[in-house]
T-cell receptor
Framework: DAKTTQPNSMESNEEEPVHLPCNHS???????IHWYRQLPSQGPEYVIH???SNVNNRMASLAIAEDRKSSTLILHRATLRDAAVYYC?????????????FGKGTLLTVNP | NAGVTQTPKFRILKIGQSMTLQCAQD?????MYWYRQDPGMGLKLIYY???????DKGEVPNGYNVSRSTTEDFPLRLELAAPSQTSVYFC???????????????FGPGTRLLVL
């Protein structure tokens, strides 16, 4: 399975944008890029996913590099509720596509 | 629509005891999963099921068993509990679109297990 690399931790101030990077240099053409986050003492929750094009939803934006070897999750205005561990995960559209492999993720701290 | 529910929320077991962690979903999802999460670590897949009657091992299946007799329920059985099984256990479910792409996984609130 293709692996992802994320910084262990990042810090942001409330109401400022946050850019969470993820490297996935061995990504294959059929791998989707998923982002999940885990709030303290809760199960993970879906944030966003994409394949090639940039994606936006009500929670965040996903910017995917042209060569797809990296991506960035963008929180446009961080709130205290966005403090969580963010996981960048690759999931193939074929074969064992139903498995998600979670790494350690990035711990995002949001300062008031 | 309750989503994914798990019981119990917390349990203390003595070494050698057994127990079943319950998981249910009301979204008619065909895929269900069990993960464990040790402190400061990511989630590791224990077992998964692609439909009623079909289960398969994940990354860390030793010491656990599962069954999937209905679409809704996916219990995880611990036999002969060991301290190494102290962890937080998450159940999840998802469906797939035509063509095999996996939809979002929805997670339950977790069961915190302490084995002493």
């Amino acid at each position: 399975d293709a692996k992802t690399t994320q910084p262990n931790s990042m810090e942001s101030n409330e109401e400022e944008p946050v850019h969470l990077p993820c490297n996935h240099s061995t990504i294959s053409g059929t791998d989707y890029i998923h982002w999940y986050r885990q709030l303290p003492s809760q199960g993970p929750e879906y944030v966003i996913h994409g394949l090639t094009s940039n994606v936006n939803n009500r929670m965040a934006s996903l910017a995917i590099a042209e060569d797809r070897k990296s991506s960035t999750l963008i929180l446009h205005r961080a709130t205290l509720r966005d403090a969580a561990v963010y996981y960048c995960i690759l999931s193939s559209s074929g074969g064992s596509n139903y498995k998600l492999t979670f790494g350690k993720g990035t711990l995002l701290t949001v300062n008031p | 629509n309750a989503g994914v529910t798990q019981t119990p929320k917390f349990r203390i077991l003595k070494i050698g005891q057994s127990m079943t962690l319950q998981c249910a979903q009301d979204m008619n999802h065909n895929y269900m999963y069990w993960y464990r999460q040790d402190p400061g670590m990511g989630l590791k897949l224990i077992y998964y099921s692609v439909g009623a009657g079909i289960t398969d091992k994940g990354e860390v299946p030793n010491g656990y068993n599962v069954s999937r007799s209905t679409t809704e329920d996916f219990p995880l059985r611990l036999e002969l509990a060991a301290p190494s099984q102290t962890s937080v256990y998450f159940c999840a479910s998802s469906t797939t679109r035509t063509g095999g792409y996996q939809e979002t996984q929805y997670f339950g609130p977790g069961t915190r297990l302490l084995v002493l």
